[in-house]
């Protein structure tokens, strides 16, 4: 656990006097989520705001990655995982048979904890989704594309003179921004964010805080995080989740001045988890 409730009280007090207007992007109505006969997410329900961020805390084991998931419908390519329960974006029932799980992932990104760049180019790490999802009409709309995704994620000037350079050659930093920019670059409405800062060092994981605090006005982000500091710096809701359970949602700022479940508190405060 880094640090106490203190410090972070001012962080999350700070931000939630900025004052977000709320517009529920992604509505999750009782989900339950099973791997073969075990259960793992019990009853969950949840709506998760537009152009804001929503962080998810809780011990190891509670089903932070499992609920993150359903949210771009990643469970269905784990053969064990059931998952029961409607999740609505914009209003549109995303386990509906119309909706296509391809087109939703990128409607929904993901970043995960530890940097996945393709191993190819960095121009081709954040040209393949646009290209497979038909999003620029040749060479010139793909370039500016490709610049444009990398400028939204703090990645542009660092790599402007080696774009054919291979993705995997950049530091850990540098390729979490680039899997950050390979999201944006199929112009996503929601970011989902597996510990994306877990495999950086203290530089790098605010220089992706920094980003994130960006580019929540214009997308829905949702941030699993083992940091309670990172929880009170970056996020504006917060979701405590414990043994597959959703045991308090809210303001962020109120989770961490003024948990109404003792189990929150004592994990807030680093009792246990
Ligand atoms: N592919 C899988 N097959 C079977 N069980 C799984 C699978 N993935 C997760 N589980 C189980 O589901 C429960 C929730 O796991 P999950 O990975 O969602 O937790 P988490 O909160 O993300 O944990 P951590 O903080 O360690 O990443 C755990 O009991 C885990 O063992
Ligand atoms: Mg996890």
């Not at 962080?55 to 190891?60: E, Q, W």
């Not at 029961?84 to 119309?98: E, K, L, P, R, V």
Request: aromatic fraction near 6%; proline fraction near 5%; glycine fraction near 8%.
């Amino acid at each position: 656990m880094d640090g106490n409730v203190e410090d972070f009280t001012e962080t999350a007090r700070s931000k939630q006097a900025q004052n977000m207007p709320e517009m529920t992007k992604v509505e999750c109505r009782n989900i339950d989520v099973f791997y073969g006969e075990k259960q793992a997410i019990f009853d969950i329900s949840l709506d998760i705001p537009d152009r804001a961020v929503t962080a998810f805390i809780g011990p190891s084991g509670c089903g932070k990655s499992t609920f993150l998931r359903c949210i771009n419908r990643m469970n269905d390519t784990i053969e064990s995982a059931r998952v029961t329960g409607q999740i609505f974006m914009d209003g549109a029932d995303i386990n509906d048979h119309s909706i296509d799980p391809v087109l939703l992932r990128s409607r929904v990104g993901m970043v995960f904890q530890k940097p996945n760049p393709f191993p190819k180019s960095i121009y081709d790490n954040i040209a393949y989704g646009p290209r497979i999802h038909g999003l620029a009409s040749g060479k010139q709309e793909l370039d500016e594309v490709v610049e444009s995704a990398l400028r939204k994620a703090g990645l542009w000037d660092e790599v402007k003179d080696r774009l054919l350079a291979p993705g995997t050659g950049l530091s850990g930093g540098q390729q979490q921004r680039l899997c950050i920019a390979r999201a944006i670059a199929v112009s996503p409405e929601v970011i989902l964010m597996d510990e994306p800062c877990s495999a950086l060092d203290p530089i790098a994981t605010a220089r992706i805080e920094e980003l994130i605090d960006e580019l929540r006005e214009r997308y829905c982000i949702v941030i699993v995080t083992h940091s309670m500091q990172q929880a009170a710096r970056v996020s504006q809701k917060t979701a405590f989740f414990h043994l597959g359970k959703l045991v308090e949602y809210g303001d962020t700022e109120r989770i961490f001045t003024n948990p109404e479940d003792s189990r929150t508190q004592d994990y807030i405060t680093g009792r246990f988890g």
